[in-house]
């Protein structure tokens, strides 16, 4: 019977034992996820954290937000880190805010500058008609102004003493040399000379760069036309009287006239002679007049801080009138390949000028950029983006003010983390340090007792 309770008890103790073991293996702390993952963390370095409902929300230290969620650690490993500024959005918002990109080429740009510009007379083609004699109208042909003659036409029939007496001379001196040519060589030729001297003088009364005058009537001189042209003055009427040298008509040829480009300062960098440039104005719809760049003014006009340039332009018809407004196209000589982008893609503040370039799926990165020259709607640029890269080229300024917000954010949250961190090695509750203040030990040597109710206060009276 002993032996049966012993082996009893045994087996009862045994079984404790193992119910002990069971429950203390059980009620022993496991390993938590939280400490496995810290440890994690550890290991890898943490670039920042972002939101866990993908919102565009970062923050350089552990968070939660509205609802209580942690925020999600992301590694260097897993993602680059973002530069300052950088917007992160989700499809959904980026849809919504209407956000366009567009990739940034590499071609050759022809500068172009586009400017208003006015119809003028060609100088080189206007003539003066001014008598060098003394004389009355008779009859005035090109009695009206803006009447277009032909080249020879008469303009005007005028009456000169001093014209009648240069002719009679001539014809008089003409006939006693034909006479006197075989009974008197010797008068024959002074006769020769007084011809050949009235000649002389009624060539020098000519009018400037007109046909050679010829009699109409006995005693009236018939004045005709240099060339086609447009009469754009007329100083006298019939029956006037005139000096020497006095203007009396005006003519300009317009079968070529000029186009005056007023061309701003900020496009003439790239402006040379002989550049193309086309002309348009809405008085003439659907029509397109091209020229080359025959002048630039040396100096710029200080009202307008403008430029005049020259433009030759062709009229056969003479549909340009002098005065008609319009705008001119000027078009330079191309570049080499530059990288290009859209210009509203650049963000200018007057004094820096950014793009922002889209780094990842949603996320956007602002890059200062130095441009160069500009052609219609694109724009170089010399630094600051490659070709390749994608650029945003709509809403480009909401995302930029984000960007700014962001990076002040940012500046702000590090400053409050630098402030409320606390120094490594200074003492976590000593409120007294540096100030004099007794300790609550006694000073060496002077150890107080047990029951001394003033113990540790030595100093404080």
Do not use: C
């Not at 994690?40 to 509205?66: A, C, F, H, Q, W």
């Not at 050759?108 to 003539?127: G, H, I, K, M, W």
């Not at 008509?249 to 003439?268: C, E, K, M, N, T």
């Not at 170089?380 to 390749?388: N, P, Q």
């Amino acid at each position: 019977m002993n032996g049966l309770k012993w082996s009893a008890l045994a087996l009862a103790l045994g079984a404790a034992l193992a119910v002990g073991w069971w429950s203390g293996r059980a009620s022993a702390p496991a390993a938590s996820p939280t400490e496995t993952e810290a440890s994690e963390l550890v290991e890898r370095k943490i670039l920042y954290y972002r939101n866990p409902m993908g919102l565009p929300d970062t923050s350089p230290v552990p968070k939660k937000d509205s609802m209580g969620m942690d925020y999600l650690p992301v590694f260097a490993d897993e993602a680059p880190p973002p530069e300052p500024g950088t917007v992160v959005l989700a499809p959904g918002k980026v849809q919504q805010l209407g956000v366009r990109t567009e990739v940034a080429v590499r071609e050759a740009l022809a500068p172009r500058v586009r400017a208003s510009a006015t119809v003028e007379v060609d100088e080189t083609r206007q003539f003066a008609v001014a008598p060098r004699f003394e004389g009355w109208i008779e009859t005035l042909h090109a009695n009206q102004t803006g009447m277009a003659i032909r080249r020879g036409d008469a303009l005007a029939t005028v009456y000169s003493p001093e014209l009648v007496a240069a002719r009679q001379e001539f014809r008089v001196a003409d006939d006693a040399a034909k006479r006197l040519a075989a009974s008197d060589p010797e008068s024959a030729a002074t006769m020769r000379q007084l011809r050949d001297a009235a000649r002389t003088r009624l060539r020098n009364w000519e009018v400037s760069g007109a046909g050679v005058a010829r009699a109409g009537s006995e005693s009236g001189l018939v004045l005709s036309s240099p060339t086609d042209a447009v009469v754009v003055e007329k100083l006298v009427v019939q029956g006037e009287r005139f000096e020497p040298g006095q203007t009396i008509l005006r003519l300009a040829d317009l079968s070529r006239v000029w186009v005056v480009a007023q061309v701003p300062a900020s496009g003439l960098a790239n402006l040379t002679l002989g550049d193309h440039a086309s002309f348009e104005t809405l008085s003439l719809p659907g029509r397109r007049f091209k020229g080359d760049v025959a002048f630039i003014q040396p100096t710029l006009d200080r009202a307008s801080r403008t430029l005049g340039v020259r433009i030759e332009v062709e009229n056969p018809d003479g549909v340009l009138r002098p005065g008609l407004f319009g705008d001119v196209e000027l078009t330079g000589q191309a570049s080499a390949p530059v990288v290009t982008v859209d210009r509203s893609a650049v963000i200018d503040s007057g004094t820096r000028q950014v793009v922002l370039v889209q780094t990842a799926p949603g996320q956007f990165t602002p890059r200062e950029v130095q441009l160069g020259a500009r052609s219609g709607d694109r724009v170089a640029v010399l630094s600051g983006v490659e070709a390749g890269e994608t650029v945003v080229v709509s809403a480009n300024f909401l995302l930029d003010a984000e960007s700014n917000l962001r990076a002040a954010l940012g500046s702000l949250e590090a400053g409050s983390a630098r402030e409320t961190a606390a120094p490594p090695d200074a003492p976590a509750d000593d409120s007294h340090a540096g100030h004099g203040e007794p300790s609550d030990e006694p000073p060496a040597g002077h150890e107080a007792p047990a029951d001394d109710p003033h113990a540790g206060h030595t100093g404080g009276h």
